[in-house]
C-alpha cells in the first residue's frame, strides 16, 4: 500500500494521560498535514510542515499539542494531559508542493481517539 | 477569518436524479477548491477538483462549476447512484504565505434506490 498510512487506528486513554501518534505519507510528498474532525463536521486544521519545517499552527491549538517531522518523512502528533474534549479523529493528509498553486492532499485513515 | 460555507447540510434525492452542493468562500485570493467524499468510517478521497483559471470541470457523472466574482462553487453529480451515498466536503485554498486549505462542514448526501 502505497498511501498514507497512521498508526494506532484507534486509541482510548484516561484523561490527564500522553498520547502520540504517527504519519506515514506517500514517500515523495514533501508536506504533510494534520487535521482533527469531529462527528458531522469538516477537517479542522491543525498543523502542516513542509520538509521538516512546520509551518504553521492552528490558534485554536492548545499549548498541549505538538508535532514533529524530525527527517521530513513520518510525523507524530502528540497530546500532553488529554481531555475529554480531545475525543476526535485526528487525520493525516500529504501532498507534494509544487511550483504552480496549491497543492491536491490524499488522507490517511485516521486515528480515533476516545478520552475516558 | 477565512471560512468556507456549505449548503445545504443533508440531502436526499431519488436514485438516478441530480444532485447539486453550493459552497461559498471570503478569501478572494483563493485559487484552488477541490471536493471530497467520505464514507461512514473511512478517510476523505478527492473526487475533483478546480483552479481559478477555469469556470467548469467535468469528470463523468461529477462537475464543478467555480464563479470567482460571487466567490462561490458548485458540485454537481448527475445520475445519482446508492453508491454516492457518502457525506461531501467543499474546500478552498487559503492565500498565506504557505497555501493551506479550508474545509467546509460537509454535506449529507442520501440516494434513495
Known amino acids: 500500500d502505497t498511501g498514507v498510512s497512521q498508526n494506532p487506528r484507534h486509541k482510548i486513554t484516561k484523561r490527564g494521560q500522553n498520547v502520540t501518534f504517527r504519519c506515514d505519507p506517500i514517500s515523495e510528498h514533501n508536506r504533510l498535514y494534520w487535521y482533527r474532525q469531529t462527528l458531522g463536521q469538516g477537517p479542522e486544521f491543525l498543523t502542516y510542515?513542509?520538509?521538516?519545517?512546520?509551518?504553521?499552527k492552528s490558534r485554536l491549538l492548545s499549548d498541549r499539542f505538538s508535532a514533529e517531522r524530525p527527517k521530513g518523512s513520518f510525523s507524530t502528533l502528540e497530546i500532553q494531559r488529554t481531555e475529554q474534549g480531545d475525543s476526535a479523529m485526528y487525520l493525516c493528509a500529504s501532498s507534494f508542493r509544487g511550483t504552480v498553486g496549491a497543492d491536491t492532499q490524499y488522507f490517511g485513515p485516521g486515528t480515533r481517539l476516545t478520552v475516558l | 477569518g477565512e471560512n468556507v460555507e456549505q449548503h445545504p447540510s443533508t440531502l436526499s434525492v431519488q436514485e438516478g436524479d441530480s444532485a447539486v452542493i453550493k459552497c461559498t468562500y471570503s478569501d478572494s485570493a483563493s485559487n484552488y477548491f477541490p471536493w471530497y467524499k467520505q464514507e461512514l468510517g473511512k478517510r476523505p478521497q478527492l473526487i475533483i477538483d478546480i483552479r481559478s483559471n477555469v469556470g467548469e470541470k467535468k469528470d463523468q457523472r461529477i462537475a464543478v462549476t467555480l464563479n470567482k466574482t460571487a466567490k462561490h462553487f458548485s458540485l454537481h453529480i448527475t445520475e445519482t447512484q446508492p453508491e454516492d451515498s457518502a457525506v461531501y466536503f467543499c474546500a478552498a485554498s487559503i492565500k498565506t504565505s504557505y497555501d493551506k486549505v479550508i474545509f467546509g462542514p460537509g454535506t449529507s448526501l442520501s440516494v434513495i434506490p
Open positions: 510542515f513542509q520538509n521538516e519545517a512546520q509551518l504553521e
